[in-house]
């Protein structure tokens, strides 16, 4: 499954940058996320619970980032065991690009799922994606805006 998408953010690149390594803020960002640490500059740990169609379940995943290219670039690899539901594994590379006093997030995102959730069917699984995608963005954006006006 693939994903990719743009979305323009009110902050300056700097601050999306440190926004994207902040785990307080990726924690209220991330749908359904119960817990979010940092085990070390470039890696996460976290607890998710999910609902793919009828099928809910609770993930336990890491993530490692890889900031080589940072702060125009950086990518991230996840993987996440939830249980008798099954297993997801992905990763990302984000791309932020300067846009006057705002910042252009470009992403191009996969991943592969396994266990029941992959029994519910490939259109369900990519919608659901898609949905928490666009909600993890629009709560990025909106924190990022209100501390633009506070």
Do not use: W
């Not at 995943?61 to 290219?69: N, P, Q, T, Y």
């Amino acid at each position: 499954m693939k994903l990719t998408d743009e979305i323009v953010i009110k902050a300056p690149k700097a601050r999306v940058y440190a926004a994207l390594n902040d785990p307080d803020i990726l924690q209220q960002c991330i749908p359904g996320c119960e817990e979010l640490t940092q085990h070390s500059d470039t890696e996460l740990i976290a607890r998710v619970v999910l609902k793919v169609g009828p099928v809910k379940a609770k993930f336990s995943g890491e993530v490692a980032l890889d900031k080589s290219r940072a702060p125009d670039h950086f990518s991230l690899l996840g993987q996440g065991d939830g249980g008798v539901a099954g297993f997801a594994k992905g990763g990302a590379d984000v791309t932020l690009e300067e846009d006057g006093e705002d910042t252009l997030l470009r992403y191009d995102a996969s991943a592969q799922i396994g266990g029941k959730l992959a029994q519910l069917g490939s259109r369900l699984v990519q919608s659901t994606a898609k949905k928490l995608a666009a909600k993890f963005f629009k709560s990025f954006a909106e924190i990022l805006d209100e501390e633009r006006v506070s």
